[in-house]
C-alpha cells in the first residue's frame, strides 16, 4: 500500500466530519431563521386553537365569558334523565356533517375536472394567451364575499338576471328562488363556488403541466401515438403530483367553507355547514363552550380526512408523488 493511499484513508474520517458537521450547523441555521416564524405562528395559530378546545370542556357563555365551569365531554355527548344529550346526537350538527361532505366532494370534483381542461386549453400556444390566462384568474381574484353577494343578485328570485335570461329563452316558466328553495340551494351555493375557485385549480395545474418534459411528447409524436393517449399514458401520471397537492389544498378550503355559505343562505339548515353552525352557536346562541366544542370537532374532521387522504393519496407535499 502506498504513502498517497495512506494519506488519503487517514483524511476520509476528517471529511466525513466535516460534512456531518457542515450538515449540522445548517440545520442549526435553519431553526434559528424558523424560529421566529413558528413563534408568532404558535401565538395566533396555536394558542387560539388550545383556548378553543378548553372551552369546549365548558359551559362558558358569550354574555358573561369570565364565569364559567368545567363540566367534561358534555358538551359532547351526556346521558342524563334516560335521554343523551350533547353534540354527537345534535340532529342538525349531523345534517351540517353531511352538507360540508356533498359540498366539498361535488365542488371540489367539478373544479378538479374544469381546471384541468382549462389548464390544458391555457397551456397550448396560441395568440392572446398571455390575456386569457390573466382573464381566467378573475373570479378567483374577487374577494369571497363580494362574489357571493354578486350572486345572491344575480339569483335573487323577482330581480335576479339569471331568472330573467331563463325565462327570455323559453327555460323557466316563472322565476325560481334560487338560494331560498331546499331543492335547490345547495347546487345554487356549489355553482357559486365552482364558478369562484375552478381558476384556483386552472393554476396550480397549469404550473405542473409547464414543468413537463417535452422529449416525451416529441418521441410519442415521432411514434404516432394518439393524442388522447398521450395525455392518460403520459401527461396525467406527470401531473398527478400536482393535482394531487392541488386537490388537498382545495379540500381544506371546502371543509371549512364559511363566507360562501352564509351570505347566499344565511342560517339556513338546507346549505349549514359545520362552520355556519359552530358560528351559529358561538353569536347567535352565545354558547360559547358548544360553539367551542362544535369547533373541536370540525378542526378533528380535517385533520382526520386530511391525513386519510394524504395516505390513501401517497401524497408527499415536499416532492410530490411518493
Known amino acids: ?93 349531523w345534517n351540517a356533517v353531511r352538507n360540508t361532505l356533498v359540498f366539498a366532494f361535488i365542488s371540489v370534483s367539478l373544479e378538479t375536472a374544469l381546471g384541468l381542461i382549462i389548464a390544458l386549453a391555457l397551456n397550448a400556444s396560441f395568440p392572446g394567451r398571455s390575456i386569457l390566462r390573466a382573464a381566467v384568474l378573475i373570479p378567483w381574484a374577487i374577494p369571497t364575499v363580494v362574489s357571493a353577494k354578486m350572486w345572491g343578485w344575480m339569483l335573487h328570485d323577482q330581480f335576479g338576471v339569471l331568472n330573467d335570461m331563463l325565462m327570455g329563452l323559453g327555460i323557466l316558466s316563472q322565476p325560481v328562488a334560487w338560494t331560498a328553495d331546499p331543492q335547490l ?31 416525451c411528447y416529441e418521441a410519442a409524436r415521432v411514434d404516432g401515438v394518439h393524442p388522447v393517449k398521450v395525455f392518460f399514458r403520459i401527461t396525467l401520471p406527470l401531473i398527478r403530483p400536482a393535482i394531487m397537492v392541488a386537490v388537498i389544498f382545495r379540500l381544506l378550503d371546502a371543509l371549512r367553507i364559511f363566507d360562501l355559505i352564509y351570505v347566499l343562505t344565511s342560517n339556513s339548515t338546507d346549505t349549514m355547514s359545520m362552520s355556519v353552525y359552530a358560528r351559529q352557536q358561538l353569536v347567535d346562541f352565545q354558547a360559547v363552550g358548544y360553539g367551542s366544542a362544535a369547533s373541536t370537532l370540525l378542526f378533528m374532521v380535517i385533520a382526520v380526512l386530511t391525513v386519510v387522504y394524504i395516505v390513501g393519496g401517497k401524497v408527499n407535499l415536499g416532492e410530490g408523488n411518493r
Do not use: C
Not at 442549526?28 to 395559530?45: D, E, G, Q, S, Y
Open 185 to 215: 340551494a345547495m347546487a345554487a351555493v356549489i355553482m357559486v363556488d365552482v364558478w369562484k375557485t375552478t381558476p384556483f385549480m386552472a393554476l396550480l395545474i397549469l404550473a405542473g403541466l409547464q414543468m413537463l418534459p417535452s422529449d
Open 1 to 93: 500500500m502506498t504513502q498517497q493511499t495512506l494519506d488519503h484513508a487517514a483524511a476520509a474520517p476528517a471529511v466525513a466530519s466535516g460534512k456531518l458537521s457542515l450538515g449540522r450547523s445548517r440545520v442549526r441555521a435553519a431553526w434559528i431563521f424558523l424560529a421566529p416564524m413558528l413563534l408568532v405562528l404558535l401565538l395566533v395559530a396555536g394558542w387560539p386553537l388550545a383556548r378553543t378546545i378548553y372551552f369546549g370542556f365548558t359551559d362558558a357563555d358569550l354574555s358573561d365569558i369570565a364565569n364559567y365551569e368545567f363540566i367534561g365531554f358534555a358538551n359532547y355527548l351526556e346521558y342524563d334523565d334516560g335521554e343523551w344529550y350533547g353534540l354527537l346526537v345534535d340532529p342538525d350538527w
